[in-house]
């Protein structure tokens, strides 16, 4: 069956600019994460929604980050007015329970790239 | 403050010989260790998990350990293939979270 897809898989933008990224989880996961990857670095989380619960955002880094999930279908990641310390891979997941340690099924990512 | 160390970032192995990858962690919370394996330019895939409760799951070619004293956990491929190259990425968590804490990774190359 289809996996966790993200698009788009590159996006580079100038500072300052707005970025969403959109990650579509695999059909009848009700958990997803987003996570992001700097270079060099372990996988970092920053956000979790789970069914109709309010979302988990401990891991946001700022208020210029938001994300939205519509029902238990697509995500959406938005960044505002991006900086170049946002240059990341960011990962997208999605599982069956509800419990983050049970295994989470990852997309390919989005690379971002702020210039 | 990383929570889970791994402190090489790269290991390279012959084929048919033994991986042994390490994985070290901070937090007394967690109680589930996962590892997942990522080739590049595609996300993690899950490998295998332990619970605190046992110190010892096997799959395959693939042992994962667990000291819960010394608050290590390692990897095990034996015998290692050209396939498993990759970057192996521990992981951990608790019951009472909704997340994943990641180490940085480690790049194994194994040789033919």
């Known amino acids: 069956g289809a996996g966790v897809s993200q698009s788009p898989s590159n996006k580079v933008t100038e500072k300052g600019k707005d970025v969403e990224l959109r990650c579509d989880p695999i059909?009848?996961?009700?958990?997803l994460y987003w996570y992001r990857q700097r270079l060099g670095q372990g996988l970092e989380f920053l956000i979790y929604f789970q069914g109709n619960s309010a979302p988990d955002k401990s891991g946001l880094p700022s208020d210029r980050f938001s994300a939205e999930r519509t029902g238990e279908s697509v995500s959406t990641l938005t960044i505002q007015r991006t900086q170049q310390e946002d240059s990341a891979v960011y990962l997208c997941?999605?599982?069956?329970?509800?419990?983050?340690?049970?295994?989470?099924?990852f997309g390919p990512g989005t690379r971002l790239t702020v210039t | 403050d990383q929570q889970v160390k791994q402190n090489s970032p790269s290991l390279s192995v012959q084929e048919g010989r033994i991986s042994i990858l390490n994985c070290d962690y901070t937090?007394?919370?967690?109680?589930?260790f996962l590892w997942y394996k990522k080739y590049p330019a595609e996300g993690p895939t899950f490998l295998i998990s332990?619970?605190?409760?046992?110190d010892k799951n096997e799959d395959g070619r693939f042992t994962v350990f667990l000291n819960k004293s010394a608050k290590h956990l390692s990897l095990h491929i034996v015998p290692s293939q050209p396939g498993d190259s990759a970057v192996y990425f521990c992981a951990a968590s608790s019951s009472r979270w909704n997340k994943l804490v990641f180490g940085a990774g480690t790049i194994l190359r194994v040789k033919s």
């Open positions: 332990i619970s605190s409760i046992k």
């Open positions: 937090n007394s919370m967690f109680d589930y």
């Open positions: 997941a999605s599982s069956l329970t509800d419990r983050g340690n049970y295994e989470q099924y």
């Open positions: 059909s009848g996961h009700t958990a």
